[in-house]
T-cell receptor
């Protein structure tokens, strides 16, 4: 069975500071990994994804994440936080070719950006 | 191209009442999913469908039923609402060729 753990349900940073949101996963097969962002009162939007190939993936709004198989991690980073980055972020894992491609989501991390 | 839409956006039910939530997608996606989102619990899969006419149970299916009579629509029914079903419900879809999901804006349901 696959699972996702997001360390820290709330993260607070100052505007211009580094953003680091942590995600660890478990999967019995090579995973597809995703980060989604949810702004207040909206649905989730895809931020970035890792499928195969390059382990450092870039997404929208200046975010990037690195797949580290040895650490079973997929942490999300952004060099300089902006006020508009305040949202809830979800890490997700999908097993390939099984279970109808269902994704398992972490519990989410709420990012607060202080001026 | 509207993507994934959900109807209604808000609803208040009394315990024991029934209702149906409608999800529609115009992207010709094969797979569709219903989730509920509760504070601190992320998204939990209720039911899903791998194609028209097929449905399957997810992680938390009790108290819900679904139907997918048309490829573009996925209905979620509550037969007898309970306060524990107060939640925000999200529908999502994806194509066969990709594992990323496209989400609707959500339905906020309160059961009193």
């Amino acid at each position: 069975a696959q699972s996702v753990t997001q360390l820290g349900s709330h993260v607070s940073v100052s505007e211009g500071a580094l953003v680091l949101l942590r995600c660890n996963y478990s999967s019995s097969v090579p995973p597809y990994l995703f980060w989604y962002v949810q702004y207040p009162n909206q649905g989730l939007q895809l931020l970035l994804k890792y499928t195969t190939g390059a382990t450092l993936v870039k997404g929208i709004n200046g975010f990037e994440a690195e797949f580290k198989k040895s650490e079973t991690s997929f942490h999300l980073t952004k060099p300089s936080a902006h006020m508009s980055d305040a949202a809830e972020y979800f890490c997700a894992v999908s097993d390939l070719g099984t279970n109808a491609g269902k994704s398992t989501f972490g519990d989410g991390t709420t990012l607060t950006v202080k001026p | 191209n509207a993507g994934v839409t959900q109807t209604p956006k808000f609803r208040v039910l009394k315990t024991g009442q029934s209702m149906t939530l409608l999800c529609a997608q115009d992207m010709n996606h094969e797979y569709m999913y219903w989730y509920r989102q509760d504070p601190g619990m992320g998204l939990r899969l209720i039911h899903y469908s791998v194609g028209e006419g097929t449905t399957a149970k997810g992680e938390v299916p009790d108290g819900y039923n679904v139907s997918r009579l048309k490829k573009q629509n996925f209905l979620l029914g509550l037969e007898s609402a309970a306060p524990s079903q107060t939640s925000v419900y999200f529908c999502a879809s994806r194509p066969m060729s990709s594992y990323e999901q496209y989400f609707g804006p959500g339905t906020r349901l309160t059961v009193t």
